[in-house]
T-cell receptor, first 113, second 115 residues
Framework: AQSVTQPDIHITVSEGASLELRCNYS??????LFWYVQSPGQGLQLLLKYFSGDTLVQGIKGFEAEFKRSQSSFNLRKPSVHWSDAAEYFCAVGPSNDYKLSFGAGTTVTVRA | EPEVTQTPSHQVTQMGQEVILRCVPI?????FYWYRQILGQKVEFLVSFYNNEISEKSEIFDDQFSVERPDGSNFTLKIRSTKLEDSAMYFC?????????????FGPGTRLTVT
């Protein structure tokens, strides 16, 4: 069965500082991996995805993520956060066929001035 | 950019009542999904739908739930007799195939409150 673990429930970061959100997955084959962001009261917006190829993927809003098969990880990074990055971030994994997604519990990011 | 839309944005209903949540997927997508997120919890898969039938459903999706694609554009989730524990945000998603990769897009959600 596929599953996702996001070890950090809440992260506080200063504006302008770097951000890294951890994601570990469990899946028997090559996974499809995703990061979504959810602002308060909003839906889920896709930040980036990994299907195959280059293990460093670039997304929207200046985010990137690196797929490391040996560590079963897909960590999300941003070099310099903006106050508008305060939100909840979800890592998700899906199989290649039906594409049902399994989500992690999410990491809430607070940005302080 | 095409987007998934959902109506209503907020639905309040009494326990035992039927509710229908509506979604309009992206027009050329073929796979459709419902997920839900109970307040403070993770997003959970409910059901996937392809070629006018359910392709997979979770344990949550019991006989009280049903999905339908009544016409070429809408995709609905019906809860026959709502319970307090059905209170959640319900997300519709649709999946297409773009440039060799699958893309899944989520709607903004419907917040269902059962009183």
């Amino acid at each position: 069965a596929q599953s996702v673990t996001q070890p950090d429930i809440h992260i506080t970061v200063s504006e302008g500082a770097s951000l890294e959100l951890r994601c570990n997955y469990s899946y028997g084959a090559t996974p499809y991996l995703f990061w979504y962001v959810q602002s308060p009261g909003q839906g889920l917006q896709l930040l980036l995805k990994y299907f195959s190829g280059d293990t460093l993927v670039q997304g929207i809003k200046g985010f990137e993520a690196e797929f490391k098969r040996s560590q079963s990880s897909f960590n999300l990074r941003k070099p310099s956060v903006h106050w508008s990055d305060a939100a909840e971030y979800f890592c998700a994994v899906g199989p290649s066929n039906d594409y049902k997604l399994s989500f992690g519990a999410g990491t809430t990011v607070t940005v302080r001035a | 950019e095409p987007e998934v839309t959902q109506t209503p944005s907020h639905q309040v209903t009494q326990m035992g009542q039927e509710v229908i949540l509506r979604c309009v997927p992206i027009s050329n997508h073929l796979y459709f999904y419902w997920y839900r997120q109970i307040l403070g919890q993770k997003v959970e898969f409910l059901v996937s739908f392809y070629n006018n039938e359910i392709s997979e459903k979770s344990e949550i999706f019991d006989d009280q739930f049903s999905v339908e694609r009544p016409d070429g554009s809408n995709f609905t989730l019906k809860i026959r007799s709502t319970k307090l524990e059905d209170s959640a945000m319900y997300f519709c998603a649709s999946r297409g195939f773009t440039g060799g990769n699958y893309e899944q897009y989520f709607g903004p959600g419907t917040r269902l409150t059962v009183t």
